[in-house]
């Protein structure tokens, strides 16, 4: 009845303005993710869509880079945690941090303080068990990069896995060719190795990946991880044309046990091209609220 009343209210005035609800997908668990986001940002700009609530950018690096590609395409108006973030807490957005995405007593609270969770790590009801059986230890992570990493882990630990193979490979081939133990390369490449069997697709692998996260980048398929930032974000976005400017923000942290915090994004939207484009002393705007549920 909201949704009628405010679309009935929009045509009664004559605005022109159009408002729609788009999600992009751009979850880590979706592997098509960056195949269907350049498609869907082209589809975007060829509508005649205005306003647009966006959802499901949930790591930081995703929101960012999807946020300067709709920007590229005319919605430069945008209001999302970024703003947020980067008004209270910027010197965690600077990376490298010099430092790593964990300390050991985040670390420690998740494995030492409540190891009855630590089987159902990658399932989510991982959180919903750290809510639950161990609230105090669960709030010393919670909406820190430290949980965003581990949140990030399984999707990024088949990369690890990826370089372990090839570094494997090569030490084969050097150990055939009759390299001796002594061989500068052939020991960096070992302990490479080494470090990278650490990497387990478990919360141990994840805490030893957060605790340090590697330098990766010299090696085929490899990239530097100290580089990465590892917030995790509630996923919206409220993006506009520069005709509707936003003209005022809120947002209100909703209660709820899930790693990030969830939402409600408002943003106060001039319509003055709509109803007094001649008219400087226009103050006319609407509100338009955005948040995202299926977190939960």
């Not at 430290?146 to 370089?163: D, H, K, N, R, T």
């Not at 030893?208 to 980048?217: E, G, Q, R, T, V």
């Not at 609220?289 to 977190?295: D, E, M, S, Y």
Request: hydrophobic share 45%; glycine share 6%; aromatic share 8%.
């Amino acid at each position: 009845m909201i949704a009628i009343t405010f679309f009935a209210t929009l045509i009664t005035y004559g605005l022109s303005i159009k408002i729609a609800s788009y999600n992009p997908y751009q979850i880590l668990t979706n592997s098509l993710a960056s195949t269907i986001r350049d498609p869907g940002i082209a589809q975007i700009a060829n509508s005649d869509l205005d306003v647009i609530c966006l959802q499901e950018m949930n790591d930081w690096a995703t929101m960012v880079d999807y946020l300067t590609k709709i920007d590229g395409v005319g919605y430069t108006e945008q209001f999302s945690l970024i703003d947020i973030q980067s008004q209270y807490a910027p010197q965690t957005l600077i990376p490298p941090r010099n430092q790593p995405a964990c300390d050991t007593q985040q670390v420690a609270a998740l494995t030492v303080n409540c190891p009855s969770c630590a089987p159902l790590y990658g399932d989510t009801a991982f959180g919903a068990c750290l809510a639950t059986a161990c609230p105090s230890e669960w709030d010393k992570v919670m909406y820190t990069e430290c949980i965003g990493c581990l949140a990030l882990y399984p999707g990024i630990q088949p990369l690890l896995a990826g370089v372990a193979a090839g570094v494997a490979a090569q030490i084969a081939q050097l150990t055939a060719a009759g390299v001796p133990a002594s061989d500068p390369t052939l020991q960096a490449l070992q302990g490479l190795a080494a470090l990278l069997a650490a990497y387990t697709l478990d919360l141990n692998g994840a805490a030893a990946f957060c605790l340090n996260p590697p330098d990766l980048s010299a090696f085929p398929g490899g990239v530097n991880f100290q580089n990465f930032n590892y917030n995790i974000t509630e996923g919206t976005a409220i993006v506009s044309k520069p005709i509707y400017p936003i003209k005022n923000t809120w947002s209100y942290i909703l209660e709820a046990w899930i790693i990030a915090d969830r939402r409600l994004n408002i943003a106060e939207i001039d319509i003055c091209h709509d109803t007094d484009p001649n008219n400087a002393d226009c103050k006319d705007s609407i509100i338009v609220g955005c948040v995202h549920f299926g977190l939960s």
